[in-house]
């Protein structure tokens, strides 16, 4: 008799996943790393050119750079108030009080509207309130960089919100009330125990919160499209319109898109690996 029945059946479970992993991410992975190293206008006659593709976005295509660095401190601003946010709602929701349900279910809603939805919506909204001083949204470069940051913690906070309470209430009682008999004050109990014990979700808060941002585009078209003069374009909306909007750049267009993933992959990973270590402190 066998010791695990399961692995009779497991490449019936396993080979229609892998094969869709295969058809769907890993080919178009590798063929778009190819065509990175090449110019073409159609996969059919795409030429090799090596590391052109990659010295031009860096040097002939200073849109590009002006895009990885606003899209960088936009992510720093929004991982950093988002969290903070998330956390204190959550904080505040789960003490007790009348009317969480309610108030958990209307922070999370923004989370369910969709990215172009949502930057139409908040176009609407600031430019309201700027048509007092005869501007608009992409009058300053500051007015677009602080909208996507309004925009980014609006839809993002309840759904991060949601698993900060769920890190709260995992937390033992036993330590709490320990804490309390020793008279901690709740300043101290917050930094002592519920932080480091909330590693795990300020982990994966980080994390989805970094990947959102970084990727960001719906609501970057919607709500500024980049304006003005592309300086409030970040990086997703700036590889979109080299590689349908120039001409003869797709190839490069292509090699920023795999700069991208590796910027991603790359700070994802650290993030991670000093989640995880925190959590083993």
């Known amino acids: ?41 159609t996969i059919s006659n795409a030429k090799w050119v090596g590391l052109e593709n990659y010295i031009k976005a860096f040097t002939f295509d200073s849109e590009f750079v002006h895009a990885l660095k606003f899209t960088t401190l936009f992510s720093i ?6 969290n903070v946010f998330a ?46 001083w005869g501007v608009d949204i992409t009058f300053k470069t500051e007015y677009g960089f602080w909208g996507l940051v ?3 913690n609006w839809q993002l906070i309840g759904y991060m919100m949601v698993i900060y309470i769920a890190g709260l209430q995992n937390i033992p009682n036993d330590l709490l009330e320990a ?26 808060c980080t994390f989805l919160t970094l990947t959102n941002t970084f990727k ?17 374009e970040m990086l997703a909306l700036n590889i979109y319109n080299t590689f349908y909007g120039r001409v003869g750049w797709q190839g490069v267009g292509q090699a ?17 690996r000093a989640g995880n270590k925190k959590q083993i402190e």
Do not use: C, H
């Open 256 to 272: 920023k898109a795999v700069i991208f993933f590796v910027i991603v992959a790359v700070v994802a990973f650290i993030q991670i």
């Open 87 to 132: 956390f204190l709602l959550a904080l505040m929701l789960t003490k007790g009080l009348k009317g969480t349900k309610f108030f958990r279910s209307v922070f999370f809603m923004p989370n369910l509207i969709g990215g172009i939805v949502l930057g139409y919506i908040w176009n609407l909204l600031i430019n309201g309130v700027l048509s007092l």
């Open 150 to 152: 309004v925009l980014t």
């Open 216 to 232: 960001m585009f719906d609501q970057n078209l919607a709500l500024t499209a980049g304006a003005p003069n592309r300086t409030t």
């Open 1 to 41: 008799m066998e010791k695990n029945p399961l692995k009779k059946y497991f490449p019936i479970f396993v080979l229609p996943t892998l094969i869709a992993f295969i058809l769907f991410f890993l080919v178009p992975f590798v063929m778009g790393l190819y065509l990175s190293f090449t110019n073409f206008t």
């Open 77 to 82: 601003v929004s991982i950093i108030t988002v």
């Open 179 to 204: 804490a309390s008999i020793d008279g901690a004050s709740t300043t101290r109990t917050l930094f002592s125990i519920k932080i480091p014990m909330m590693m795990p979700s300020i982990t994966i």
